[in-house]
């Protein structure tokens, strides 16, 4: 199981990023993804999910408004992009894919994690 993401870098406060996640298709295809998301010192952190389909999705209040998290059916790709990023956005992020067809707040609820991107937002 191998999921691979891309995407992150260094913004300034105010900008955009586009994170993309790919997985498995045997893996992933009929299971809810998520990102989450690791700060220095702290927590992992929920941060979006959405469903097998793509037709539901939740959001960190955090990044409500500002996050959109979408996903390729075909191509098993989520898509997490942000704007208006702001310093506290700062951190590592991964995706993973959920236990059951929907996503979920908890980590518990993953079953593949795949290796995180870095976002740095300066301020």
């Known amino acids: 199981v191998q999921l691979q993401a891309s995407g992150g870098g260094l913004v300034q406060a105010g900008g955009s990023l586009k994170l993309s996640c790919t997985a498995s298709?045997?893996?992933?295809?009929?299971?809810?993804m998520g990102w989450f998301r690791q700060a220095p010192g702290k927590g992992r952190e929920f941060v979006a999910a959405?469903?097998?389909?793509?037709?539901?999705?939740l959001y960190a209040d955090s990044v409500k408004g500002r996050f959109t998290i979408t996903r390729e059916y075909a191509s098993s790709t989520v898509y997490l992009e942000m704007n208006n990023l702001k310093p506290e956005d700062t951190a590592v992020y991964s995706c993973?894919?959920?236990?059951?067809?929907?996503?979920?707040?908890?980590?518990?609820?993953?079953?593949?994690w795949g290796r995180g991107t870095q976002v740095t937002v300066s301020s």
């Open positions: 993973a894919v959920a236990r059951s067809a929907y996503g979920s707040v908890s980590p518990d609820l993953y079953n593949y």
């Open positions: 298709k045997r893996t992933s295809s009929n299971n809810g």
């Open positions: 959405i469903s097998w389909n793509g037709g539901s999705s």
